[in-house]
Structures are given as C-alpha cells and as structure tokens.
C-alpha cells in the first residue's frame, strides 16, 4: 500500500493525534512530516489540499484533517 | 485490538472520511456507527467526547475529530 503522509508542526495536539494514527494505521504505513521543522514541505502540504494541522493525506490522495492545531497560516507564521 | 468506533452522521463530508477510515484502519478494526440513524447513541458519543462528526474513537479513549461534517448540536437538532 502506498504510504499516508501525516503533516503535523509539533504542538501539543499534533503529536497526540501523530501517536493515535501510527498505532492505528502502523508506523509502516505513515510518513510523519514535522512542517515546524521541515518548512521546504510547507508547499507540497499545502497543494495536496492540507489547510490545517495536524492532518492525515491519504494514498488516493485525500485529506482527512484531524482535530485542530493550528492553520497552515500560523505555521509559516 | 480493541475496536474503534467511528461515528458520522450520513453527511458527504462523513462518508467521505469513513471510506478512508475504513481503508486505512482495516473494517474489521472500525464499528461505524450513524448518529442520524440510530440515535439512542448520542449520549454515548457525546459522554466519549465526541464533540462533532466524523470522529473516531480510538481503542485508548481518545477522540480524533476528522474534518468537520457537523456539530452535536447539530446532529440532535
């Protein structure tokens, strides 16, 4: 199965939400992305449709945003 | 593993994630069930701490809100 990419930027909510994911999906199926810190993928994120963080890009493609950390704006503050 | 349960509410935006959901978590980990349809378990999603669906219930307890279909109010209307 191709990989999910699981966007996050290190706040509080991200990485409890990044724990939940890996386990239910497994940690073989994910690809973790911290924006905070990996800010060249800031646009990939952004065109694949990602609008917040934490969130969850699927294989087909789709975004499952999960609960609210913080919006693509506050990343690139 | 103890299941998870997915609760939507028969909206696009539900069904959208719950095929993902499905997909990725494997339909043998997931209980899906449709707060529009069988209503005698919105106190039970709402004592979960689900706040809006979709949103999945991990096996841990925890509440992932995905996307944003509707609020609880919403749903009991």
New interface residues.
């Given amino acids: 199965m191709k990989k ?1 990419i699981f966007y996050h930027a290190g706040c509080p909510v991200c990485i ?2 990044e724990h ?2 890996v ?3 497994g940690e073989s ?1 994910v690809e973790i992305v911290n924006l905070g810190e990996d800010r060249s993928k800031l646009d990939t994120a952004e065109n694949a449709g990602v609008k917040s963080v934490p969130a ?1 890009v ?1 294989p ?1 493609g ?1 975004v ?5 950390g913080a919006s693509m704006a506050d990343v690139r503050g």
């Fill in positions: 999910s409890s939400a939940d994911i386990t239910l999906v199926n969850l699927t087909n789709n499952l945003h999960i609960n609210f």
